[in-house]
């Protein structure tokens, strides 16, 4: 299954559904246990794509068998360690950290496909790194350098620094994804063995007292992320990295600051600055540049 749509409207609607993850994530954390939310977005994300792939999983069976190796690396990177790091981080850090050690992503999948891949780095690729990070900078310290220098790591930063290293490697490694099994029967399969991969973590949050609660405001939360960035946005995004290469979809993670600015002011009330809008331009202005057709950029 293709979905017809432009991969670069796929890799915003795909970093928009999880900037609303960072929201929700940021919102629910003194009620929904880290790894309880992780394991629940997935184990729901799961109930809802299981009747669309089960025809696609029966006929891939045979080849799901004979490429497990590769699927749980996926499912480890992607499924199991990116969100719940993040989850975790955010307990012990603040919002500013989490974003800005978050948009280290883009830069690291560029180097990875550049010593792991040979992927050339062209100088109008690297102005665009630049400027969509600058972006990211501008909106996270408010335009005000003195902020940014105060800036403190903590342990939470640490988680975040690791799901960072984790979803760069899955991003990269997408370009190697079997071509042969169906979007539904890989996004299935790496579901299955990334919760299998989460009980046990989650049967010893369950045990330390940190449980999930029963009320409506919670469940839906969860369904949240399990619709949007869990199912939606993993087969946007993996779609569109297939199509346009890592280097040029992980610039779309830039996005996630400027989503999460313009979700906070709608849903949270948080108002919009003029640092906000600077930084749009920014970031709208590498990402334009680095995507640009005319650049030699390759995408293998």
Known sequence: M??????????????????GNFVLGRAVKSVIPPIGLAFWRWAAALVLLLPFAFPHLRKDWPLLRGCWRSLTLFAILGVSCFNTFVYIGLHSTTAVNALLVNSVIPVLIVVLSRIMAYVPITRQQAVGVI???AGVVTIICRADAGLLLSLQLNRGDGW???????WALYTFMLRKRPAFLHPFSFLTAIMIIGLLALSPF??????????VGTDLATWGSILYVALFPS?????????????????????FLHLMPVFGAILSFIFLGEALHPYHLAGM???????????????SLRTD
């Open 281 to 295: 331009v920014l970031i709208f202005s590498g990402i334009s540049l680095a995507t640009d057709r005319k650049s």
């Open 131 to 133: 400027l969509s990070l």
């Open 231 to 251: 199912v939606a946005a993993f087969i946007f995004w993996n779609q569109a990295v297939g199509e346009v290469g890592p280097a040029r979809a992980g610039l």
């Open 202 to 211: 989650y049967a010893w949050e369950t045990v330390q007292g940190r449980r």
């Open 2 to 19: 293709r979905i017809n749509a432009s991969p670069y409207l796929l890799l915003v609607l795909s970093t928009l559904f999880w900037a």
């Open 160 to 166: 975040v620094l690791l799901a960072v290293v984790s």
